[in-house]
């Protein structure tokens, strides 16, 4: 029973250069969040997904970034243009599908995506 | 702006002592609260979830809810060094259609000295 995936675990890209980050859910769930950590900082919200929808993407930068979650395959977080200040870890984490009111839902996070913009 | 709170410390404590963390929000609406794990380089770890009034125990851990005081706390009990961790205070309001939104506190650094 796999927990959420990530990948990859670590990923180097030079200035200017594309990045995309994978996250493959847990078996069951249907909700993505996507958080952003920097050194000795917490973790910042970014975007909410589920399937085929973008709920919340408040977090999001305006420019260069987007984050899809296709009906089929992993969620992906993509980062055009990269520069020195994405360098970061990229957490993953999902949640059951809940229907509404229901409140006892946890999210479980991935190992996380080290990006180093060099 | 929905916030939670939580002293960044560092919070130094003996082996063997018992560590208090803790938590407040601004929603008065929030239903869920939960406390993660995340040890340097690491991922977060879900260690609790509470989410009525009162206390919920789970082996040295135990949350502490007070919804009337917007107030969540974790008490770790018989502290190791393995504990020494930063810890992450979450909070999910009711469910909407602009979201199920986990929103995090920055975070508690906890050093358990040997």
């Known amino acids: 029973n796999a927990g959420v995936m990530q990948n990859p675990r670590h990923l180097v890209r030079r200035r200017g250069q594309e990045a995309r980050l994978r996250c493959s859910p847990m078996k069951g769930h249907s909700h993505v969040y996507w958080y952003r950590q920097l050194p000795e900082e917490g973790l910042k919200f970014m975007v909410y997904?589920?399937?085929?929808?973008?709920?919340?993407e408040s977090g999001m930068p305006k420019e260069r970034f987007s984050a899809e979650f296709p009906k089929e395959g992993p969620s992906i977080l993509r980062i055009q243009q990269v520069v020195r200040g994405d360098s970061a870890a990229y957490f993953c984490?999902?949640?059951?599908?809940?229907?509404?009111?229901?409140?006892?839902?946890?999210?479980?996070f991935g190992q996380g995506t080290r990006l180093t913009v060099v | 702006q929905k916030e939670v709170e939580q002293n960044s410390g560092p919070l130094s404590v003996p082996e063997g002592a018992i560590a208090s963390l803790n938590c407040t929000y601004s929603?008065?609406?929030?239903?869920?609260f939960f406390w993660y794990r995340q040890y340097s380089g690491k991922s977060p770890e879900l260690i609790m979830s509470i989410y009525s009034n009162g206390d919920k125990e789970d082996g040295r851990f135990t949350a502490q809810l007070n919804k009337a005081s917007q107030y969540v706390s974790l008490l770790i009990r018989d502290s190791q060094p393995s504990d020494s961790a930063t810890y992450l205070c979450?909070?999910?309001?009711?469910?909407?259609?602009?979201?199920?939104?986990?929103?995090f506190g920055t975070g508690t650094s906890l050093t358990v000295i040997p």
């Open positions: 979450a909070v999910k309001p009711v469910p909407s259609n602009t979201g199920n939104q986990f929103y």
């Open positions: 929603d008065r609406g929030s239903q869920s």
């Open positions: 997904l589920q399937k085929e929808n973008i709920i919340d």
């Open positions: 984490a999902s949640s059951p599908r809940i229907g509404q009111g229901a409140m006892n839902t946890e999210a479980f």
